[in-house]
T-cell receptor
């Protein structure tokens, strides 16, 4: 089976940088994804890492280390609108390619 | 193009009843997945369908079932509802098994 661990809550101030970590245990790892969900909204795709290293998309970056079964989402120049829940997800090839989500990290950005 | 459409958006049922939720994927998307979201459990995988075939099923009791039609629209059914079934049920579509899922707004089910 697979499991993902991420912090339940993170607080940061506007303009700061925040890192949301995700560790996973799978037996057939395909890649790590990140999704953002605002209160009352649907999850939306942010990024995907299949290989080790950093992927940058504007203010957001995502990192993966397959040897450490670890990844993180980095949010720079935080804005109030970044207050949301962030989920990491892995697709496990040994579990029928099922996409499994972590419990989510609630990010609160304060002025 | 239109996004993923889920109906109904909100519904209230009582214990023992059954419910059917509908999901219309993005046009051209053939893969549909369902997730249950509750405050304490995050997003729990229910099923995945592709071309009318169930490719995967999560760890949920047999009361939870689903199907996909030839036009890729999908339905899920929960029978003999329990209080613990109260949740947001999210549907997501993709062309196939990419890692980019597009989610619908969800169907919020309350069981009294």
């Amino acid at each position: 089976g697979q499991s993902l661990e991420q912090p339940s809550e993170v607080t940061a101030v506007e303009g700061a940088i925040v890192q949301i970590n995700c560790t996973y245990q799978t037996s057939g790892f395909y890649g790590l994804s990140w999704y953002q969900q605002h209160d009352g909204g649907a999850p939306t795709f942010l990024s995907y890492n299949a290989l080790d290293g950093l992927e940058e998309t504007g203010r957001f970056s995502s990192f993966l280390s397959r040897s450490d079964s670890y990844g993180y989402l980095l949010l720079q120049e935080l804005q109030m609108k970044d207050s949301a829940s962030y989920f990491c997800a892995v697709r496990d090839g040994a579990a029928g390619n099922m996409l499994t989500f972590g419990g989510g990290t609630r990010l609160m950005v304060k002025p | 193009k239109a996004g993923v459409t889920q109906t109904p958006r909100y519904l209230i049922k009582t214990r023992g009843q059954q419910v059917t939720l509908s999901c219309s994927p993005i046009s051209g998307h053939r893969s549909v997945s369902w997730y249950q979201q509750t405050p304490g459990q995050g997003l729990q995988f229910l099923f995945e369908y592709f071309s009318e075939t169930q490719r995967n099923k999560g760890n949920f009791p047999g009361r939870f079932s689903g199907r996909q039609f030839s036009n890729s629209r999908s339905e899920m059914n929960v029978s003999t509802l329990e209080l613990g079934d109260s949740a947001l049920y999210l549907c997501a579509s993709s062309l196939d098994r990419e890692n980019v899922l597009t989610f619908g707004a969800g169907s919020r089910l309350t069981v009294l």
